[in-house]
């Protein structure tokens, strides 16, 4: 009799340098060795990233495996064993969890709690108390963290929105050197592949954005539409270093899974919100050249900030005024003694306030600009002397800096989840 096993894994890495997506591509390659294939692709799921104990990354990962009944524990022994072996328990922060589902079918409590886990704050107890409920089998390493995103990675089907990333891992001993590769083929791939590859590169900055800048095992992520497409990007690279192995997963990166909108009542700490409203008053620039604005709706008043390095981002922010309706899409961020304010990932300028320039009038005569004469008293002529008590200064349109429409902060800022503006064409908020 055939069996099949969910398997989820978080919390394996650290600042320091291990990756949850090594772990998981470590882990499957060993299965293949036994014998034991996974069923489709492994899923990749970015989960909160406002979340105050997330780990670098802040993604889970899980696949799923059709076995006879007796490789059960073989397959759950190799998970554990591997986690235990790679994961850096000795980094206080690191509290690996892994979920072990016995079933092929998703329950709705489980979908739901999954979006939670992007969306909110879940702590350990509800994911314990949710696995005992389905009948989950719950391992914790540690303080045992990661169950909640292991948990949630397991939950998540991926059916509605989702992208791939291909990762390819370094050998060990290149782990925290410089990454050497040839910057010309990321330009060359990224001119060949986009936009059914996407954020490979921040052409405002030209930094190359598919190495990461930590010491963990990853050499280059190549994120897109198609596994297909991937494939062929990672055949466009040219590599000067040796590769150890390369994985694809499926992901919810880049689909905005993380918003959710509301209004400025129902703000919650350590959430991502979409939100829409007026500009309370103009842009402010404060120490550090962050760009600051307030937006109000009928319930209440939030800041908004576009930080120093979403550079050109913040120009678009600086153009607006006083009455200008606009929708925000960002992470709120709450520190001690610092107001409550959404940190800014995409900006949609839905109506313009007009702006109006005051104006003194012209001589009808001469047509020279007229000069007041004081308050009540009217206008006078300084060419040809000619006095009309009567004038009132004309009120003139102001040209904006800034059109209707929807803006991004560069690659170099963007979270995971975040939907870059390539992939909107067909969606609506």
Not at 204 to 209: D, T, V
Not at 310 to 320: H, P, Q, S, Y
Request: proline share 8%; hydrophobic share 35%.
């Amino acid at each position: 009799m055939m069996e099949v096993l969910q398997v989820g894994i978080d919390d394996t890495d650290s600042k320091r340098g291990m990756c949850t997506t090594y772990v998981g591509a470590v882990t499957l390659d060993r299965l293949r060795e036994r014998g034991i294939e996974v069923e489709g692709f492994p899923k990749l799921i970015r989960l909160n990233p406002m979340w105050p104990h997330k780990t670098r990354g802040n993604c889970a990962v899980s696949f799923t495996v059709k076995v006879p009944a007796p490789s059960v524990p073989l397959v759950k022994r190799i998970v554990l064993d591997t986690v235990g072996s790679l994961a850096e328990m000795e980094v206080e922060t690191t509290n690996p969890g892994v979920v072990f589902y016995p079933s092929p079918e998703i329950p709705k409590e489980l979908r739901e709690y999954t979006r939670r886990v992007i969306q909110e704050v879940v702590e350990l107890e509800e994911a314990e108390s949710l696995a005992r409920e389905i009948g989950a089998e719950v391992h914790k390493f540690k303080l045992g963290r990661g169950v909640i995103g292991a948990l949630a990675a397991i939950g998540h089907t991926l059916e509605r929105d989702f992208t791939y990333e291909l990762l390819a891992y370094r050998v060990r001993e290149n782990w925290g050197k410089p990454r050497r590769v040839d910057p010309s083929s990321v330009l060359e791939m990224d001119r060949l592949t986009y936009p059914q590859t996407f954020d490979n590169v921040d052409r405002e900055s030209g930094e190359i954005r598919i190495t990461p800048h930590t010491p963990c095992p990853v050499l280059y992520g190549i994120r897109g539409e198609s596994p297909e497409v991937l494939l062929r990007a990672h055949r466009l690279l040219r590599t000067l270093e040796p590769v150890e192995r390369i994985v694809i997963y499926k992901t919810n990166q880049g689909t905005d899974e993380h918003l959710r909108r509301c209004r400025v009542s129902e703000i919650r700490p350590y959430t991502s919100v979409i939100l829409e409203g007026r500009v309370a008053g103009d842009p402010r620039v404060i120490p550090g050249g962050h760009v600051i604005f307030t937006l109000e709706d009928e319930t209440g008043r939030v800041d908004c900030a576009a930080y120093e390095p979403t550079r050109r981002f913040r120009e678009v922010v600086k153009a607006l005024r006083r009455g200008d309706r606009v929708r925000v899409c960002g992470g709120v961020r709450e520190e001690p003694g610092i107001p409550r304010t959404i940190n800014l990932e995409k900006l949609s300028v839905l109506e313009l306030a007009p702006l109006l320039k005051r104006r003194n009038p012209l001589c009808p005569r001469c047509g020279k600009s007229l000069k007041s004469e004081g308050r009540g008293k009217g206008y006078s002529c300084k060419r040809c002397g000619a006095h009309f008590p009567q004038a009132k200064p004309e009120l003139l349109p102001v040209e904006r800096k800034v059109e209707r429409g929807t803006f991004e902060v560069p690659p170099r800022c963007r979270r995971h989840l975040a939907k870059p503006l390539v992939r909107e064409v067909h969606r609506e908020y």
